[in-house]
């Protein structure tokens, strides 16, 4: 569950070595010793491996070495903290995190912090009065708003349902901040106009998100609309429905913007998705790292990029998958020397 992509110097650069080494600290400008750790959930889920892909793609676009690992699953704290740990007595000069929940990785990043390399909050905000009571502070936050998301597939659903109708929502790991963004979002979006009877966890995973739906539509029948923390579980829900042979009478709405879920768009069996870019937040999560390296001033939160997949653009974001078809402004793009 490791992946590890190394840039190799060409001739020319190594017989100016000893030069380059001399102005290779973490304030110069030189990237070819540079070393970062990125540090995720898992791989099995695209969307983590998608942000794996853009933080090994842009580390050869700018010539640094970029080493990607995670757990085995979404919720394998343990395992992603062993890759910490491991990483952490590597030399690495930048890591970049996304925790399975809001406290686990403080621990193993102490020794980290200690040294004073900089650290990245990707993705999934890490409790910051935790990791300041242990000394573990973090050089910028990078990741979507999530609120934002949950509230463009909201008002999505109203449109779909024509403004009325019983929702069910499918909700992530039990204490994960992101899907209580996304549930927050929507129910602020919905409120009042949907009714929402029943929420129910799914952990993120497709077979959990297709035995509660299964479950759910036997006990509420009369539902019209599900929104679903992720992909994912999204498809495991359109599954559901389209056992139970309701295909297109309830409008399924996800959040993540993986292949698979855009594939289900095109096909008709999800409404909708709102997308995330993974992919561009292992890009960001790059040029994050390596502008500290090179002395410049890193935004204490960068906010990658949302959109809203449907019937009418999905051809597009498939064509243009895994960028965004949005315009997204880029705070860290004018930073980074190559």
């Known amino acids: 569950m490791s992946t590890r992509y190394r840039i190799g110097l060409v001739a020319l650069a190594l017989v100016s070595a000893a030069a380059l080494t001399a102005g290779c600290g973490r304030g110069g400008d030189a990237s070819s010793d540079f070393k970062i750790a990125v540090v995720t959930r898992n791989f099995t889920n695209p969307y983590w491996a998608a942000l794996r892909d853009g933080a090994l793609a842009e580390g050869k676009r700018l010539g640094v070495d970029v080493a990607v690992q995670a757990g085995q699953s979404e919720t394998d704290a343990d395992g992603e903290n062993a890759q910490i740990s491991t990483l952490a007595a590597q030399g690495y000069d930048c890591f970049a995190v ?86 927050k979002g929507f129910t602020d979006a919905v409120t009042g106009k949907l009714e929402i009877v029943q929420r129910a966890p799914a952990d993120y995973e497709q077979d959990k998100g297709l035995t509660v739906t299964e479950a759910i539509l036997k006990a509420h029948p009369d539902i019209t609309g599900i929104f679903a923390a992720n992909d994912t579980m999204g498809l495991g829900a359109a599954q559901a429905i389209k056992n139970a042979g309701r295909t297109g009478q309830i409008k399924v709405i996800s959040v993540d913007g993986i292949q698979a879920a855009l594939a289900a768009v095109k096909a008709g069996t999800v409404y909708g998705t709102v997308t995330q870019y993974p992919y561009a937040e292992g890009e960001l999560a790059v040029q994050a790292c390596l502008a500290q390296h090179q002395g410049k001033s890193v935004p204490a939160r960068v906010v990658a990029p949302i959109a809203f997949i449907g019937q009418d653009n999905v051809d597009q974001q498939i064509a243009a998958f895994p960028r965004p078809i949005t315009t997204f402004d880029n705070p860290l793009a004018g930073l980074v020397n190559k």
């Open 98 to 183: 996304v925790p399975v929940n809001a406290t686990n990785v403080i621990t193993p990043l102490v020794p980290v912090a200690r040294k004073k390399i900089p650290i990245l909050n990707l993705d999934t905000q890490i409790d910051a009065d935790a990791s300041k009571q242990a000394g573990v502070e973090y050089a910028s936050f990078i990741g979507s708003d999530n609120l934002a998301a949950g509230k463009v597939a909201g008002e999505k659903m109203l449109d779909a349902l024509g403004g009325s109708g019983k929702v069910i929502v499918l909700q992530g790991i039990a204490g994960e901040q992101n899907g209580i963004n996304r549930d």
